[in-house]
């Protein structure tokens, strides 16, 4: 765990280096890594920078404050249901939500082998049900879209169990349409809500992704051998 006072600083200096956009914060990633000590772990989203400091077990997420506030917002949220129990937690955020930190799900989804696409149907029909649950958040904010819950957004304990690591979209509208939106004011709100009764557990063992709910369960394998590699 890092201290709040590294976060805000991450987060000012992020900020001292934007002159337009946020996204301009990619080209500054080596810089901000040297400066903070921080490893790079990834650079690919669309939103956020990820960073590690050695040996912590915790990640940073530079970048879009309303991605950042709408996790925060979404764990703190859920973090005492069976639904916050599928994400990733969520330690701290900086003052002006530029830099979030969140705790670090060691191992990746495996990559499906050989020339068959692993993102098969029955993947999408996990992922829709595991979705669905999350659809209650739609009485406080009519504008949310799919969470899309896919495996770049997954990774798996040591003990199997599957953490959700990016799940900004389920919250992320209220913060960007709305800018006066506070986190207090948000999680206040969905916590009013009625928390759907349903009962969940997503593994990884063996290259296969177990899924279980109250009415349902599905084993979808990475390596399904059903279609070719969609390049």
């Given at each position: 765990?890092?201290?709040?006072?590294?976060?805000?600083?991450?987060?000012?200096?992020?900020?001292?280096?934007?002159?337009?956009?946020?996204?301009?914060?990619?080209?500054?990633?080596?810089?901000?890594?040297?400066?903070?000590?921080?490893?790079?772990?990834?650079?690919?989203?669309?939103?956020?920078?990820?960073?590690?400091?050695?040996?912590?077990?915790?990640?940073?997420?530079?970048?879009?404050?309303?991605?950042?506030?709408?996790?925060?917002?979404?764990?703190?949220?859920?973090?005492?249901?069976?639904?916050g129990d599928l994400l990733a937690?969520?330690?701290?955020?900086?003052?002006?939500?530029?830099a979030l930190e969140m705790k670090?799900?060691?191992?990746?989804?495996?990559?499906?082998?050989?020339?068959?696409?692993?993102?098969?149907?029955?993947?999408?029909?996990?992922?829709?049900?595991?979705?669905?649950?999350?659809?209650?958040?739609?009485?406080?904010?009519?504008?949310?879209?799919?969470?899309?819950?896919?495996?770049?957004?997954?990774?798996?304990?040591?003990?199997?169990?599957?953490?959700?690591?990016?799940?900004?979209?389920?919250?992320?509208?209220?913060?960007?349409?709305?800018?006066?939106?506070?986190?207090?004011?948000?999680?206040?709100?969905?916590?009013?809500?009625?928390?759907?009764?349903?009962?969940?557990?997503?593994?990884?063992?063996?290259?296969?992704?177990?899924?279980?709910?109250?009415?349902?369960?599905?084993?979808?394998?990475?390596?399904?051998?059903?279609?070719?590699?969609?390049?």
């Amino acid at each position: 765990m890092v201290s709040i006072s590294l976060l805000n600083d991450i987060c000012r200096n992020a900020q001292s280096l934007i002159t337009d956009e946020v996204q301009e914060l990619w080209g500054y990633s080596e810089d901000i890594s040297r400066k903070f000590k921080l490893d790079v772990v990834d650079i690919s989203g669309s939103t956020r920078i990820v960073f590690k400091k050695k040996g912590s077990r915790t990640v940073i997420k530079l970048g879009y404050p309303y991605h950042n506030r709408a996790e925060y917002a979404a764990y703190k949220s859920l973090e005492c249901s069976v639904l916050g129990d599928l994400l990733a937690p969520c330690v701290a955020i900086s003052e002006d939500g530029f830099a979030l930190e969140m705790k670090f799900i060691p191992r990746p989804f495996p990559q499906a082998r050989g020339q068959y696409y692993w993102f098969n149907p029955d993947f999408a029909k996990m992922r829709d049900r595991l979705e669905s649950h999350f659809s209650f958040l739609k009485e406080y904010n009519n504008n949310v879209w799919g969470a899309d819950f896919h495996e770049e957004n997954m990774r798996v304990m040591r003990n199997g169990d599957v953490k959700i690591i990016d799940y900004s979209n389920l919250l992320a509208d209220v913060f960007s349409r709305n800018t006066r939106s506070t986190l207090k004011s948000v999680i206040k709100g969905v916590l009013k809500l009625k928390f759907p009764k349903v009962d969940v557990r997503l593994t990884m063992k063996d290259r296969i992704i177990s899924y279980r709910d109250n009415d349902v369960s599905y084993d979808v394998p990475v390596d399904p051998q059903r279609s070719e590699a969609i390049i």
